[in-house]
């Protein structure tokens, strides 16, 4: 590790939940999906968490994704997000402005955003940070998905959110500064990213974002989900995170999981170092 890295400070922003059908999140035959002997099934309703990381960083304070919006009901209305992915699960203060005030932070505070892709329940702050003069950075793959299709949004991406800002675009695994590395984890998007955090006393995190939802998809063997973009790229991305999980003997975080958010050292009270 470089000298420098030992200086990492990450904070877990928890955002509160938005709530969905658990089938958009877990594809597995007998929990999700009913049998002719449960044909009146209602479907499971559960908790999506949502989350972004401050990373104090000697070089750059950086953030990791931004969560959704306060203005969520309206701004994905024209969507129908806001029926199927209602974020009706989050109090005034974990609302991500209010996260960063509790840490004594403002966007314009903030180095760089760097976005594990673009869907509407990870840019909804984007916009914001942009508007602070904060840079921007994605995987390339994603920048060209999310601006390249014609209309509002497609599936999960919802222009409103980064419509018009510029971003830094990286490919492949870059290391951003020493000690935090963007993995190319494709599949869920075009170019969603995981991001590696090598600390120094709780050793390396990885936060899958949506390349994995949660514990039970990461298996062995792991659970497809409604979203895929791309199904057998999704699964090379979690094979490949296993990968380097299981030779860095990697602490995970993933992007939505309802019972591992309550788990983890969350802002401002805990933080990993
Ligand atoms: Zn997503």
């Not at 919006?69 to 209010?98: H, I, M």
């Not at 940070?129 to 840079?135: I, K, L, N, S």
């Not at 984890?185 to 969603?192: D, E, I, K, Q, R």
Request: aromatic letters at 8%; one cysteine or more.
């Amino acid at each position: 590790m470089a000298g420098k890295s030992d200086k990492i400070t990450a904070h877990v922003l928890a955002c509160g939940a938005m709530h969905c059908d658990l089938t958009w999140l877990l594809l597995r035959p007998g929990r999700s999906i009913a049998s002719r002997a449960d044909t009146a099934k209602p479907a499971e309703w559960v908790d999506c968490p949502t989350h972004a990381v401050l990373i104090d960083h000697p070089e750059a304070r950086i953030l990791w994704d931004t969560s959704c919006p306060r203005d969520w009901e309206d701004r994905w209305e024209p969507t129908g997000l806001q029926d199927f992915f209602p974020y009706d699960g989050v109090s005034d203060d974990e609302y991500l402005d209010a996260r960063l005030l509790q840490l004594g932070l403002a966007p314009r505070d903030i180095d760089m955003v760097v976005m594990s892709h673009l869907h509407f329940d990870h840019a909804g702050n984007v916009r914001t940070f942009a508007d602070a003069g904060v840079r921007l950075i994605c995987n390339d793959k994603e920048y060209a998905h999310a601006t390249g299709f014609s209309g509002l949004f497609a599936g999960a991406h919802l222009k409103t959110d980064y419509e018009g800002l510029k971003f830094d675009t990286v490919s492949g695994d870059t290391e951003i500064v020493p000690g935090v590395t963007v993995l190319e984890t494709p599949g869920h998007t075009p170019g969603t990213m995981s991001l590696q955090l090598d600390l120094a006393d709780t050793g390396t995190m990885i936060f899958t974002s949506d390349a994995i939802y949660m514990k039970d998809a990461y298996g062995p063997p792991a659970v497809g989900a409604a979203i895929v973009w791309d199904s057998l790229e999704w699964l090379r991305s979690v094979e490949k995170i296993r990968n380097i999980a299981e030779r860095t003997d990697a602490t995970l975080v993933f992007g939505h999981d309802a019972d591992q958010i309550h788990q983890l050292r969350i802002a401002p009270s805990g933080s990993y170092s």
